[in-house]
Nanobody, 126 residues
């Protein structure tokens, strides 16, 4: 069983930055692919970014490419999402998720992920 706890959300002005953290319990964190998703009011979950367990591969949604950076520290069981140049349309609840399969396939699909955090709110004002 893996528990994920997000932090770092908040209110920021357009153009600002935030760094989200996701702390994971469990000894097998380093073997999990970790992703970030978000859900805006009235919308479905949207894939944001993903990082391979080895940190050797990352992938981003087009909407955040060049502005967001995903990283991980396996020694600290933590994955991060650095968000720069934030826009009002980035406003959402952000969730981290863990895929225990170890496979780098369909990494943008919500169904790939076994474990989810409770989410952290990010609000970007214009």
């Amino acid at each position: 069983q893996v528990q994920l706890v997000e932090s770092g959300g908040g209110l920021v002005q357009a153009g600002g930055s935030l760094r989200l953290s996701c702390a994971a319990s469990g000894r097998t964190f380093s073997s999990y692919t970790m992703g970030w998703f978000r859900r805006a009011p009235g919308k479905e979950h949207e894939f944001v970014a993903v990082i391979h367990w080895s940190a050797g591969s990352t992938y981003y949604a087009d909407s955040v490419k060049g502005r967001f950076t995903i990283s991980r520290d396996n020694a600290k069981n933590t994955v991060y999402l650095q968000m720069n140049s934030l826009k009002p349309e980035d406003t959402a609840v952000y969730y981290c998720a863990a895929d225990s399969s170890g496979l780098w396939v369909r990494v943008t699909a919500r169904a790939r992920y076994d474990y989810w955090g409770q989410g952290t709110q990010v609000t970007v004002s214009s």
